[in-house]
């Protein structure tokens, strides 16, 4: 880990030494992991700062309940299950997670569309941005993809690759040096020529790219980072907002294990089938002649959609 | 205290009486009252029942820090002031409290009104309501007020006080007594009449009046917290809800002294001056001749609010 | 119609006649019913009192396009359907309506826990209460469930259900009596004993039972509403608030009947399969021996629903 | 104009030419600006697209009336400036405007944290951005203020800030360049070099610099406007985001008069004062000696904050 300075380390190491006592719900596994940073890209990380419940707290409130209450692991796990199944959302909103993440501007912008959470960010406004920008691997820069016009396609040329990661490299580097020129500072605050007058760094920054790093305080609870999980984990999603998902998600699986599974099975591994692509299924499910899709309402994108999460049923299809 | 069942109060006692060792920020004074219902009207209560963050959390969120600071107290207290008093709200919003509430419906209904927090309501769809219904004190047994269409004017007399206050004992156990009835059911679940069906809860619940008394778990951010009581903690709030901000209160001045500190000067204790009242104060601080109000656009009841407030400025004004 | 006094009709007869020109996009079937109160329940109703956007302006601002377009309706419908089954929320964000609804205060405190929503509602700090209550239809009045502890069962024999609508209707009248003998005041604002004070509203109106007619402007932007109807129009809800769905559903459907026929494909009609279930059903589809559901982690409750959905799939399993 | 293409011109004059007959309240003012884009810095622009009530209508909904009303316009100014002050924020919630904006990156960087509102943004994962970069005016170019770390001091010379924009200029230029090149696809879609792979639009963006141009339908209720453009007409705010909000404020004033002058004197012209600023004024009312503001907690920049709304004052405080 060399993503931090020594003096950021040093506090990090600070807050993890010390320990309180507290008569609030706690999570052991969720506190072995606390404030230490989770690398994610290539200079990012993910941090947890605070947390608040647990797998019982859900249940709890759900029950409105006076204390912890008695009841046995199995039965909390059946009653979290039965709420995440029926979308009983109050319950996980109970519990709420705080984060400290560096990650890309282009990422944050993707991030802060989900509106029911509370920020603060480093502000480009009062303070100098760090020379920290995202190249990708040359393993992960693709082409654009022919089906998808928001996603990408087949990995390109081992050249193509290199020549672009040096393009993103060169032009990062170019515009941070023409920000700290306008700007007559050092990133450490030095003045580089005492003869001329800095710009104000409001505008300095507008030179930046977007693949620059940023940082921010994240304080989401359970429903909603659940919400912003099953958008930002899905192959749907960026390669790079992903990898930020799939880091929390597992932080997720450690601090309410129960709420995680449920999740899983319910949300993440689930689907959500038409009423047309129901009908279809039922039919299928009745022995008898091949089907004819469109006597469902179901052809093209749709069709295939359903095809791609239940193969099988082509065997039961006429041939399109 | 007999405000609960003796298997409520060993559920709370249970809870008060684990302990376990965080990482987290805790606070001490916090700690003290956790899980004890503190008393609210006649059988209502407020019950800190989880808490995330303190001053320090609010100053380490503005400065996207890496620990929780080695800053002195009195930096944190100027910059939490500093915050307040620009209205900067988004560190307060990473500061959380959870509480159990047991309050009257007709409260409740003002109280939901603030739409970011997570609620969770003990359902009388679900379980029978208990006895319990709000009956004002004699001395809070007050007349519709002549200037102020919201509020309450002068007290009752004493034999009306407590006339009234026979009405809503008598109609109150006449309507529960109905709703039992109804249901076939007595609070602890026995049948009345095995030879008779239950009504449907969800129905039978439409005959109980809006006084009786509800429970509800009610997590919210610092922020929205402050709002919340900067409105019903205000002299025009209705007595019963600004019995419940007040006590919420006095848990915020043990959570966040110099987030509460700031809030009284800059919130509670403040005032907003229009352009117009602004511009007045200026010409009354110049000696001169007396000022007639209406040359700067102030007369009536906007006159009379500004007057409360700073009664002094009537010497520097021409009598209306 | 006879729930308006004549004044109030007269109000909307002129509102109705009042006619402009717009460059806003307009629909024709909307402004058809415009204004004129849909009857619910016994004595409430819906009214739309202003709407913005259409089926268009979805595709509009899905595009960020400049005028109107000049596409197709068959592209837009297939885009509609495609953000719709895809849960692109934003562009159905863009669609905003607003309702006047009187309402039972139970049925509104199931309605307001929907947060992001615009609220008006009628103060009964303010004003005396109308003397409407609701009493179910003897056919709606029926026993508590056995099988949904939130729900209805049978009916109840009709001589049990009069007994029921006596009692709520005597209930109600009574403590309405009461509340304007506290008030000492009749519903115009007369008083009723001039040697008595009349009790503070704020306070009479503890006494009044959750069965009382209120009422309210809801403004809600077309996500949100469908989120609402997604769980207020189904059978899981209660049948009082699920009256006043259905009627804005209907409502929905005259407004934007693209977005409705997507909505009702992929959200009403529609049912999210478990990875479980989805796991079952790709071997049910493939032919062989009966399946164990429970090999699949299905059983019990969860099983049962999903038969529900599946009755053709039980043909596959073997008996539980 | 020349922002926009002849395309978009003429989308926008057809959807101008289209009228409709409606029933909704309908805004002379704002339905003759609507459409047209107006100016905003040196590329950028604000239309109103859609919009849904007027003063009238606030004033309906905080009556919960049944029609638009027969009283007269001096009564409901009186009734919206009430509102206003004493910031009963639902009524103004019933109003609703929409935009189209194009601004730059770093501008809805600080648009978008406002999260009580609907947005659409022009997606650079699924089309190609326009090359359009916001480049200050030589005028507006600024050193960093010395007192003010988030904000702009002096000029700088002419010189300077030649060279600043020169530098923006070639960066942007630069950038957009390399990200053709790596799309391997000019703005409208062709092919740049046939024996080359384009690269994803998701990743080419990363290259370019914050101050490209994008685009957005924005929604918001008016409450959550006026919140807006409190902060963000603000001298405190960046001049670039002021500049859009001092164009939309006009467009407010246009369309809700009364809500906007009431705004203007009771929010943007108004100061909260502290409860120490209340007990220091009042003191400063009475005749008598000069007052130690220290004696009321009242110091450093605090008081400078309040002398500079108040200089009158200066002449009753004993010298610092």
Redesign the interface.
Known sequence: MNR?TEA?Y???S???D?????????CAPL?AL??TPIDVLDKGFVRV?????DDA?IV???R??????TRKTSTDRGLI??LM??RHT??F??A?L?L?VRA???VT?QW??H??A??????A??SVLEREF?V?DIDS?????DSN??????K??AE?AQE?SR??KD??A??YD?YL???NETPDGQIIDET????????A???????IYT???W?V?LWNLLRFLSLRADP?A?YEIRAYADAILRIVEQWVPHAHEAF???V???????????AL??????PGEKLDPRNY?LAG??LRELLA?????S??LIPE
């Open positions: 931090l950021q040093q506090e990090i600070e807050a993890r010390a320990a309180s006592s507290t008569r609030r719900p706690t506190e606390m404030f700062v605070d947390y608040m419940g707290a709890q409130g759900a409105v309940s006076y204390g912890r209450g299950r039965y199944r029926h109050t319950p909103e109970l709420e705080k400290h890309p501007i282009f912008r802060f569309r509106r029911t509370s920020i603060n960010e480093y502000s406004r009062y995202y990708p820069i693709a082409a654009q993809s016009r928001q996603g990408r396609g087949e390109m040329s193509q672009i393009i993103l032009d990062a170019h515009c023409n020129l306008m700007l001329r007058t800095g710009l104000a760094r409001e505008l920054r507008i030179n930046l790219p977007v693949g940082q921010f305080y304080k609870n749907h960026q899983s099975d319910y993440l591994g689930a689907s959500e089938l038409s009423s047309q692509a129901l299924l039922r039919a299928a499910l009745t309402g994108r749709e999460i239940m193969p099988e049923l065997n039961r």
